[in-house]
């Protein structure tokens, strides 16, 4: 590829990643408060699955009674709303989910933003320089957290990366399953990428390497409901 047009795409995914950091941390003051607050605690808890009454009692070691106020006041405010029913023990139980208006307390737009450069640079680079630049972009971000994570240990890198993804609007947990390490994601935030542009999950593999110090490698699950799932090595 011509010096001129390796700049370019050099610039331009350092230029996402900058955009990345910056609107993560626009929202990083409200969201923290928010999601520090039982109601910001049972959005969290929604974001992966819907849950009952009583899961979300046991999660948050609260009474029912105390949970079911937290929901009505999320359901006026459109945030929550009921999604089925779930078998019980003596009768079935209602389950909730994120509502509507939800949607707007998780950014997502940097999908599309990420899949429009990908779509244009598809065609005037070569798919090596494609990915080189995903990483790029990952390491941009990642770069932004480095100063506070010396001196910490593997596990507290690991959840500093849960909350990064977190910050840019998905939601994280750490799982052992056979004996390997797994980051599973879901609302991630690049989704409407990675449908076109599998290489876009480079850019969160480069960033949960340079966070939690070891070599990560992305196992997602693509198409209509994507999936993050990366393997901690």
Not at 65 to 91: C, F, I, T, W, Y
Not at 132 to 152: C, I, P
Not at 169 to 181: L, M, P, Q
Not at 208 to 225: D, F, M, Y
């Amino acid at each position: 590829m011509h010096p001129a047009s390796r700049e370019l795409v050099k610039h331009s995914f350092d230029l996402l990643g900058i955009l990345m950091i910056f609107e993560s941390m626009k929202h990083i003051g409200w969201r923290e408060r928010l999601f520090k607050s039982t109601r910001g605690k049972i959005l969290d808890l929604l974001r992966t699955r819907e849950r009952t009454v009583n899961e979300l009692a046991a999660e948050l070691r609260l009474t029912d009674n105390a949970v079911r106020a937290h929901l009505a006041s999320l359901e006026r405010d459109r945030l929550v709303s009921q999604s089925g029913m779930k078998p019980g023990v003596r009768k079935p139980h209602t389950t909730y989910a994120l509502g509507p208006e939800a949607e707007q307390l998780f950014p997502k737009a940097y999908g599309r933003l990420v899949s429009l450069l990908m779509s244009i640079f598809s065609r005037r680079v070569k798919p090596q320089d494609l990915r080189t630049g995903m990483r790029a972009a990952g390491r941009a971000v990642a770069r932004e957290h480095l100063r506070d994570l010396k001196g910490k240990t593997r596990r507290q890198r690991i959840d500093a990366a849960l909350r990064i993804l977190k910050e840019l609007g998905g939601a994280a947990t750490f799982r052992e399953e056979d004996g390997k390490h797994f980051i599973h994601g879901n609302s991630c935030p690049i989704a409407a990428a990675t449908a076109n542009h599998p290489e876009a999950c480079l850019l969160a593999e480069s960033l949960l390497t340079s966070v939690i110090g070891s070599p990560v490698k992305q196992r997602c699950i693509r198409g209509e409901a994507p999936s993050c799932r990366f393997e901690v090595k």
